[in-house]
């Protein structure tokens, strides 16, 4: 598995993980991003973890010190920063604002909906989004920044409101996608056992939908 490191030192480093690529050991059996980098480096952590079909950017720890700081910082949203890229089927009312609603994941059909108010096994999810670019034949771009991480979050989230990812048919999508329209754009968060901030992103393969008709404006904002 040919992967892209960002940033790296001693402690952890920062990868670009391919959609459609597990983020550990899963039933599928598939290659995965925890054992590829095992090979490579000693006593890869998990210390968070992106869906299979999306990709972007994950940060491991390579000591245990390491790992517990990060896995505390991953609960923190407000120091630990993600921001993702996600294009819609058409554009949503408002070109910027936040969502709140309750989820309940269920895990027999791996799927999370929303619910009117909380109840047992739900939690609260927050998210704010910022269109980027909307084309013609609707397809929007979106910037989201997470303030609370459920399973499935942004991608149950906009479909709730009739806004599901190309791409993702889990979802109520009906456009034909290699995967799904949503991608871990950036990630902010300070380094666990020094002062310095760490700070990485990347851009989706802008040659693949649903991300090559937004070329030029991920060229732009990812810095060509």
Not at 173 to 188: F, H, Q
């Amino acid at each position: 598995m040919d992967i892209q490191i960002l940033y790296e030192e001693r402690d952890l480093l920062v990868c670009k993980k391919p959609a459609g690529v597990p983020s550990q050991p899963d039933p599928t059996g598939q290659a995965d991003l925890l054992t590829a980098l095992s090979e490579k480096y000693k006593n890869v952590n998990l210390v968070h973890r992106l869906d299979t079909p999306t990709g972007g950017v994950m940060v491991f720890a390579l000591t245990q010190k390491t790992a517990a700081g990060l896995s505390a910082l991953v609960q923190d949203h407000a120091r630990f920063k993600k921001e993702y890229l996600a294009v819609i089927s058409k554009p949503p009312q408002e070109a910027e604002g936040e969502m709140r609603d309750y989820l309940f994941h269920d895990k027999r059909v791996n799927k999370s909906f929303p619910v009117e108010k909380a109840r047992k096994g739900s939690k609260e999810a927050i998210l704010e989004y910022r269109v980027l670019a909307t084309l013609e034949n609707g397809y929007t771009l979106v910037l989201v920044r997470l303030h609370t991480g459920r399973t499935h979050q942004i991608r149950v989230q906009f479909a709730s409101r009739g806004l599901p990812l190309v791409g993702d048919g889990k979802y109520g999508s009906r456009e034909k996608c290699p995967y799904i329209g949503l991608w871990a754009y950036r990630l902010e968060f300070p380094h666990p056992t020094k002062r310095n901030t760490v700070c990485a992103a990347a851009k989706p393969d802008i040659l693949a939908m649903p991300w090559s008709v937004f070329a030029n404006v991920l060229d732009e904002l990812c810095g060509g």
